[in-house]
Every structure is written in C-alpha cells, then in structure tokens.
C-alpha cells in the first residue's frame, strides 16, 4: 500500500491561513485519485471535511465552513487542506486519505496548534 | 440524523476473539458500503476492512487478512467485524464508518479493544 507523508505538526497564529499537505509516493500520480481530508479534536471522532479531485470535482462535508477547502500541486505531487482564517477551534489532527484499489490509504495525520 | 453505534469491545488475551457489532440507523443501510478503521492509543487512523452493499465483496488490510472478517446483516441495519488471533498490536478503538456519498462521510463514536494479557 502507498504511504502518505504529512508533516507531524504545524502552527499558526489565528486569522492567518494553514496550508497542510499531504505528498504521495513518485509512483502515484495525485491527479488520479480523489484526495479526501478529515478532522479529529481530542476524544472524539474523525469529522468527515472535504474532498478534492479537481476544481470542478470537490465538495466539502455538511456543515464544513467554506474556510475549509482542497487542492494539488502538480509539481509536489501533493494533496492540500487550506484553512484560512484560523480559529481557535480548528486545533486539531487532520488526516489525508486516497482510495485506490478497494483500499483506503490514510497519512499520518498533522497536528495543527493555532497559537 | 445518521448514527452509528459500535459495541463488543474488551479487553481480551493475546490469542482471543472478539466480534464487533455496529448499529446504524438514520440512512438506508443496506444501500451503502461500509468499513472498519482503527486507531491505536496516540496513532493515527488505519483503516481495517470494507464490505459492499449485499456483503459480497469484502476486503482487508494486510496485517488482518486471515483473521479478522467484516460482514453485515442489512435487514438488522448491522455491520460486524469478527476478530480472531488478535495480538497485542490490534489494541485500538475501532471506528464503523460509512460511505453514504463519499467514503467516511459518517463516523461511530468507537469501541475499544484492548489485547494484553
């Protein structure tokens, strides 16, 4: 199964933007698969957020703010979760996940501290 | 309202069974897939197996294959994850997810399962 890579933690003072990332192996093209995000504060479970294929193939999860959205860089064959307008209350983990071949793939998760 | 109820977790020796059983209600269950994902104490998710909608289809993660099987009863809207040679690495909270519209669009609370002895 592919791994993918999220950087542990990341932190940013409220009101500014986070720009989580989630890299897939050389071998897997991010443009072939739909890259879903998830949100888990602490003792609670995954929230589903938002799912990005291309600008014309994304959604976001019911109730998810529009300050919540996707997107891939090409170049770093990278799925993203932006935030912008950071809260207080978006201090939690949030996990990638592909699903190829009857499979789901998640990454490690990132822990985002708004400071 | 969707829902998701997990039960049957304990704590069990290395070698044990478990079943683990989800109640869903508030979606017409027998339409969707589901699956089972874990998450270990202070890890990340790893998700465990899935089943089609008339259950005849199933599939694992490498490190259960063989021992753990995912079924579902869908005239009693439950799904169910048989956990057999558990070790002391399967100790996790075990998560029933759903795909309504998109894959883990819903999420139980968990159940834990715990393999010590």
């Given at each position: 199964q592919p791994v993918l890579t999220q950087p542990p933690s990341f932190s940013a003072s409220p009101g500014e933007s986070a720009r989580l990332t989630c890299t897939l192996p050389s071998d897997i093209n991010v443009h072939a698969y739909n890259m879903y995000?998830?949100?888990?504060?602490?003792?609670?479970?995954?929230?589903?957020?938002?799912?990005?294929?291309?600008?014309?193939?994304?959604?976001?999860?019911?109730g998810v703010p529009s300050r919540f959205s996707g997107s891939k860089d090409a170049s770093a064959?990278?799925?993203?979760?932006?935030?912008?307008?950071?809260?207080?209350?978006?201090?939690?983990?949030?996990?990638?996940?592909?699903?190829?071949?009857?499979?789901?793939?998640?990454?490690?998760?990132?822990?985002?501290?708004?400071? | 309202e969707v829902q998701l109820l997990e039960s049957g977790g304990d704590l069990v020796q290395p070698g044990g069974s478990l079943r683990l059983s989800c109640a869903a209600s508030g979606f017409t269950f027998k339409n969707h897939d589901m699956s089972w994902v874990r998450q270990a104490p202070g890890k990340g998710l790893?998700?465990?197996?899935?089943?089609?909608?008339?259950?005849?289809?199933?599939?694992?993660?490498?490190s259960v294959r063989g021992r753990f099987t995912i079924s579902r009863d869908n005239p009693r809207n439950t799904l169910y994850l048989q956990l057999n040679s558990l070790r002391p690495e399967d100790t996790a909270v075990y998560y029933c997810v759903s795909t309504i519209i998109r894959p883990g669009d819903h999420w139980g609370q968990g159940t834990l399962v715990t393999v010590s002895s």
């Open positions: 995000w998830y949100q888990q504060k602490p003792g609670s479970p995954p929230r589903y957020l938002l799912h990005y294929y291309s600008d014309s193939d994304k959604g976001q999860g019911s064959n990278t799925g993203i979760l932006l935030i912008s307008g950071l809260q207080s209350e978006d201090e939690a983990d949030y996990y990638c996940m592909i699903w190829p071949s009857n499979t789901w793939v998640f990454g490690g998760g990132t822990k985002l501290a708004v400071l | 790893e998700w465990v197996a899935g089943i089609s909608i008339g259950g005849g289809s199933t599939f694992y993660t490498d």
